[in-house]
């Protein structure tokens, strides 16, 4: 673990200084990106485990150690805001990743070898997340020229509506990962899931269209996002549905049907903004970004639903 995530540090590092040429903020994004990664691995390796309070330490201090250096540097300025937030960045990602200190390695297990004995998977996962980002990258990087700087700022806030989405179900990913899929497939999560999507919509709708207003947010991106609070919560819940779905399909699919998945969420990330851009400017892409979002979870759970189908069909009879 401790090599992939120098690795990708040092990748972070050496992309920043050749677009930005930032000396210092790309060694704070070295050092930033790798005790990250790092900490994430430590922290699905415990909490699978079973050992919860390595983790929950581990995140507690991240954003405490995060907030307060921000804060300091607020007060007693070295540098400009993104120096300052990169820094404060790199020292929370310490300060989490002290919690699991690395083992000392056996005999063979440095990458090399960790690769070689997960080629397969590693290609499967890997193809899926490339397609994962042309789709998150390659639709945005289109329209905001097209939108401008303003629209494309509230385009871009429907999908930070959805970030408690990620802070529910990123931390449970561990454990997620260690349910069958008959479990995961069956109607009991299928319930619980489309409830909890519920009501998380249903928050952020009040918040959107209620106490948004109501504040001194209403000149801001988020006050512009009033106005699409039906869509916004429409997104949320299709965000929640379709990224436990996806945690599930990427734990349990094979190859071909994870592929499958993917392609369908790739065409549509990019086909529903533009098509909706072409028809109805700001508010058609929106409107195309949730249709597409809607398509892809639903895509997701019948994938998961069909494949726990296969394997009830293939088990043995006794």
């Not at 939108?147 to 509506?161: C, D, E, H, T």
């Not at 952020?204 to 039906?230: M, N």
């Not at 195309?288 to 998961?304: E, H, P, Q, R």
């Not at 296969?310 to 006794?318: F, L």
Request: charged fraction near 10%.
């Amino acid at each position: 673990m401790m090599q992939l995530s120098l690795l990708a540090g040092v990748a972070a590092g050496a992309a920043t200084v050749a677009v930005f040429h930032d000396v210092s903020i790309a060694l704070l994004l070295v050092v930033s990106v790798a005790l990250n990664l790092y900490r994430l691995g430590g922290r699905f390796y415990y909490s699978a485990m079973g050992h919860r309070r390595l983790p929950v330490g581990s995140d507690a201090s991240t954003i405490a150690v995060f907030a307060a250096t921000v804060i300091v540097f607020r007060i007693f300025p070295i540098g400009d805001d993104l120096f300052t937030v990169t820094l404060a960045w790199a020292t929370s990602s310490l300060a989490g990743a002290l919690f699991f200190l690395p083992a000392k390695a056996a005999p063979g297990s440095g990458l090399v070898t960790w690769y070689r004995a997960r080629k397969t998977v590693v290609h499967t996962l890997l193809g899926d997340s490339l397609l994962m980002d042309l789709g998150a990258n390659a639709v945005p990087a289109v329209l905001a020229p097209l939108l401008g700087a303003k629209n494309f700022g509230i385009y871009r806030g429907i999908s930070s509506v959805a970030t408690p989405v990620q802070l529910v179900l990123d931390p449970l990913r561990p454990t997620l990962a260690q349910l069958t899929l008959p479990v995961l497939a069956g109607r009991r999560y299928l319930f619980a899931v489309m409830g909890v999507a519920g009501m998380m919509a249903a928050g952020c709708y009040v918040v959107l269209a209620a106490i948004v207003p109501q504040t001194g947010l209403a000149s801001t991106t988020l006050g512009s996002l009033s106005e699409f609070a039906v869509a916004c919560a429409i997104f949320v819940a299709m965000n929640f549905l379709g990224h436990f779905y996806y945690i599930a399909s990427r734990n349990h699919l094979p190859r071909r049907e994870l592929f499958a998945g993917r392609v369908v969420q790739t065409v549509g990330a990019i086909a529903g903004p533009m098509l909706g851009l072409l028809l109805g400017g700001l508010s058609g892409a929106i409107w195309g970004f949730v249709a597409a979002s809607a398509v892809s979870s639903a895509g997701w759970l019948l994938l998961v639903q069909y494949q726990n189908q296969v394997q009830r069909s293939e088990a043995p009879v006794h």
